[in-house]
């Protein structure tokens, strides 16, 4: 790949980066702020949302398209499933091989290059189902 010329790697969106990367989470921009904060006291919430966004352009994090009113962001760029709770909103990495058949089967129907795919999973997280099982009895 080029080097793109656009990437100016900020202490701002360095910091950001690394702080995603190292959770499994899936933040929104809210809680990624209240993570930035610790490490830069003086970032302010449109920086870091900005940033996000940018570094989603760029490729380098992954801006879920998931339900929820809240986008979610991810340090993972690699193809990967989710599985998001239909009461909480969290999610989760499913670990399994991403399916590329399917991307060929796609790619047989359409004009469209298809570049990747995603695919999320929905369900009810342990906490939910514990939460849900406590309300039943
Ligand atoms: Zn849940
Ligand atoms: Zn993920």
Same mark, same amino acid.
């Given at each position: !790949?080029?080097? +793109? &010329?656009? =990437? ?18 899936? &933040? ?6 209240? !993570? =930035? *904060? ?12 900005? +940033? @996000?966004?940018? @570094?989603?352009? @760029?490729? !380098?994090?992954?801006? @879920? ?5 809240? $986008? *979610? ?5 690699? +193809? ?15 670990? !399994? &091989?991403?399916? $590329?058949? =399917? ?11 298809? $570049? ?9 997280? &342990? ?11």
């Amino acid at each position: !790949m080029d080097t +793109n &010329p656009k =990437i100016r790697m900020t202490k701002q969106r360095q910091v950001i980066l690394e702080e995603l990367c190292k959770v499994t989470s899936h &933040p929104t921009a809210d809680e990624m702020y209240q !993570m =930035i *904060r610790k490490r830069l006291p003086k970032v302010s919430l449109g920086t870091v949302y900005r +940033n @996000l966004e940018i @570094l989603s352009e @760029l490729g !380098m994090v992954l801006k @879920l398209d998931v339900g929820g009113t809240q $986008k *979610r962001f991810d340090g993972n760029v690699e +193809n990967h499933y989710h599985v998001r709770c239909t009461e909480c909103g969290r999610v989760g990495d499913l670990h !399994m &091989p991403t399916d $590329k058949e =399917i991307e060929q089967k796609a790619q047989a129907l359409t004009d469209f290059q298809i $570049k990747r795919h995603s695919v999320e999973f929905i369900g009810v997280c &342990p906490e939910c189902r514990e939460a849900g099982n406590r309300r039943v009895s």
